[in-house]
């Protein structure tokens, strides 16, 4: 059962553009979201988090935007680099007991073209 | 210089063979996970530790085990009842499992079986 899902696997853009990459969810009570960029070979980096509470949170060129009514959330990122070229996966977290413990999505890859 | 460590970044099995992960934090963590990556697949929860001389299992704890004898380590150990075990294996450690925290990785380590 894939609680969190980022349908498209790749996203290819040009420098200076935007990049939107999308995450779904199923669990309600998911309540803290997290975007990670993960390079080949390498172990994932934490980039920008969103509280339920919240619908958007901003750092940069990177904005996080949450719906919950649609259980979806997106990262953006204006503009975009060739440094951004990387796998990027997005992870939700629950209250309680397994508050530390994350459900990641399966990954979209972006490559942004000079 | 705080991070996590993992050893070695290549490690071959042979059939039938049991190999151990070495994870290290010096972020005085309380929490602790293994994660896999296979390819088109998200990271995958193996085992997770949110105290010492505790853990539990993940979603995918079959043919793995771990143990929790210091808060700076968690190896992890690859059994033969493993019968897919080539992965990329991920270390992570958060702060605690309570606060809203993120993970932080470790490189990783790429396990290939002869």
């Known amino acids: 059962d894939q609680q969190v899902k980022q349908n498209s696997p790749s996203l290819s853009v040009q420098e200076g553009r935007i990049s939107i990459l999308n995450c779904d969810y199923t669990?309600?009570?998911?309540?803290?979201f997290l975007w990670y960029k993960k390079y080949p070979a390498e172990g994932p980096t934490f980039l920008i988090s969103i509280s339920s509470i919240k619908d958007k949170n901003e750092d940069g060129r990177f904005t996080v935007f949450l719906n919950k009514s649609a259980k979806h959330l997106s990262l953006h990122i204006v503009p975009s680099q060739p440094g951004d070229s990387a796998v990027y996966f997005c992870?939700?977290?629950?209250?309680?007991?397994?508050?530390?413990?994350?459900?990641f999505g399966q990954g979209t890859i972006l490559t942004v073209h000079p | 210089d705080g991070g996590i460590t993992q050893s070695p970044k290549y490690l071959f099995r042979k059939e039938g063979q049991n190999v151990t992960l070495s994870c290290e934090q010096n972020?005085?963590?309380?929490?602790m996970y293994w994660y896999r990556q296979d390819p088109g697949q998200g990271l995958r929860l193996i085992y997770y530790?949110?105290?010492?001389?505790?853990?539990q299992k993940g979603d995918i704890a079959e043919g793995y085990s771990v143990s929790r004898e210091k808060k700076e380590s968690f190896p992890l150990t690859v059994t033969s009842a493993q019968k897919n075990p080539t992965a990329f294996y991920l270390c992570?450690?958060?702060?605690?499992?309570?606060?809203?925290?993120?993970?932080?990785f470790g490189p990783g380590t790429r396990l290939l079986v002869l």
């Open positions: 669990n309600s009570m998911f309540d803290y």
């Open positions: 972020l005085n963590h309380d929490a």
């Open positions: 530790s949110q105290i010492v001389n505790d853990f």
């Open positions: 992870a939700a977290s629950r209250p309680g007991t397994s508050y530390g413990k994350l459900t």
């Open positions: 992570a450690s958060s702060i605690d499992r309570l606060t809203k925290g993120t993970q932080y």
